[in-house]
């Protein structure tokens, strides 16, 4: 059994710090997240060393559009989360406790996973990686030393202290910002926006950056309340950082809501392109919300058709104009 990290103890409980949720756990409760529990008076971590998942996908699948594009990663989960969100797409194991039975690696044995199929990323990705924080860290310790970069893809949900130890291992992150309205993170995911804006913040200044916001018809999806987090991301950002605008589908508690509207989408893509130079409508064939373009020339800069991608640029500038973009690139 793995020790958790970011702990706290009072008389009867010990307290997990390692997300703003703080659970306080007497002797055989479980976390929020289910996959952190006191066993004899320790905090123990439930998923260390046993994925549910192991795939290689193309980087634009998590999505990173601006991080090494047209490359494969190594994509790993666990079980577990600390949201609750009622949309969730992989709820069959981001709502479960951890899987015992079926397969287990350990960080050394996902490196030379990585090294055997010749991939040099790495995504902590499908359930939320916070929850599964100790695992991830071993494991991105061992892939710094071994020229294997380390992408989270996380809800942001995460306290400050164990965010900034994880950071330095940390090459480039997807952040969810499922909305910008801290109702919408309470009802929907039983969280709250504001430690999610500043994992945003801190994020920023250390890794490369992109965000990516599900809109969905009747909850998140006020055009004006859109704008306003456009303008936040610019001012509080950079107008260069990614937003990938993501159609949402029926799903788990939301079966019965119906599918984004594709003009919906549109009309956030013409309004986030007001505030921000890279603006992308994902979950959709769409050819206008795929590609990247030179902000100032508007060159095309990364064709993308499906997860095809044809990159016309191997440095940070735009090869007509010279303008610098925001991004990794290499052919």
Same mark, same amino acid.
């Given at each position: 059994m793995m020790k958790a990290l970011f702990t706290e103890k009072d008389d009867r #409980? @010990?307290? =997990?710090?390692? =997300?703003?949720h703080e659970c306080r756990l007497t002797d055989g409760q479980t976390g929020m997240c289910l996959a952190?529990? /006191? @066993? &004899?008076d320790q905090l123990i971590s439930l998923t260390y060393n046993h994925p549910v998942s192991i795939n290689i996908d193309p980087i634009e699948k998590k999505p990173l559009y601006h991080y090494y594009p047209g490359h494969q990663i190594l994509s790993i989960g666990t079980a577990g989360c600390n949201f609750k969100c009622q949309n969730c797409q992989n709820h069959d194991i981001s709502m479960s406790g951890p899987v015992k039975s079926g397969q287990t690696a350990t960080p050394e044995e996902i490196i030379n996973i990585a090294k055997q199929r010749g991939v040099k990323l790495i995504a902590y990705t499908y359930n939320e990686p916070t929850v599964f924080y100790e695992y991830m860290f071993d494991i991105a310790k061992i892939a710094r030393k071994n020229n294997i970069k380390n992408v989270i893809v996380s809800n942001g949900y995460i306290n400050l202290k164990p965010l900034a130890k994880l950071a330095p291992l940390i090459d480039a992150a997807n952040i969810d910002l499922k909305a910008f309205d &801290?109702?919408? *993170?309470?009802?929907?995911?039983?969280? $709250?926006?504001e430690p999610v804006l500043s994992t945003l913040k801190y994020l920023k200044k250390h890794v490369h950056l992109e965000i990516t #916001?599900?809109? @969905? $018809?009747g909850k998140n999806d006020d055009i004006n309340r859109f704008s306003r987090m456009s303008r936040w991301i610019r001012e509080e950002l950079s107008k260069d950082t990614p937003l990938h605008i993501s159609r949402f589908f029926p799903h788990y508690k939301m079966s019965d809501v119906q599918p984004t509207e594709i003009i919906t989408l549109e009309k956030a893509h013409f309004e986030a392109k007001k505030?921000? /130079? *890279?603006? *992308?409508i994902g979950n959709i064939q769409h050819r206008e919300g795929k590609s990247t373009h030179c902000p100032h020339c508007d060159e095309l800069l990364i064709d993308r058709e499906g997860y095809t991608v044809d990159c016309k640029i191997s440095t940070n500038k735009c090869p007509k104009c010279q303008t610098v973009v925001y991004g990794k690139f290499d052919k």
């Open positions: #409980n @010990i307290i =997990c710090k390692l =997300c703003p952190r529990k /006191n @066993i &004899d &801290d109702h919408f *993170y309470k009802k929907v995911c039983q969280g $709250s926006l #916001n599900l809109m @969905i $018809s505030h921000l /130079n *890279y603006v *992308y």
